[in-house]
């Protein structure tokens, strides 16, 4: 089974089933299919991974940044509910900037 993993600080979101979905960089669409079943993972400062459920994936698709409209962005995480936001966090994950015209992959989820 394929892990949807989360940094730490989304661990509550998580846990409370408050988070639907989660914006990653590049293409995942091969990895993350529509109607797939994922374990969901919190990793820890320490490279731990704590399991904290199932989830199946309701849709998974790519789009430029710059094309993400506000659909995209819903039930993602406070700190990334706009495009400028999304771009801060993704710069600040992998450690380089990120552009408008970066392709990222949507996927939205429900908790099972």
Known sequence: MEILNFHQSYEQEIINKTKKA?????????????????????????FRQDKIGEAIIEKSYSKQLKDLVEEDLAGESEDVNSREKLKLALSKLHGVPIGNNALVTVIKFYFI
């Open 22 to 46: 989660t914006i990653r960089l590049g293409d995942k669409t091969d990895k993350y299919r529509d109607g797939q079943q994922v374990m969901i993972a919190v990793v820890k400062h320490d």
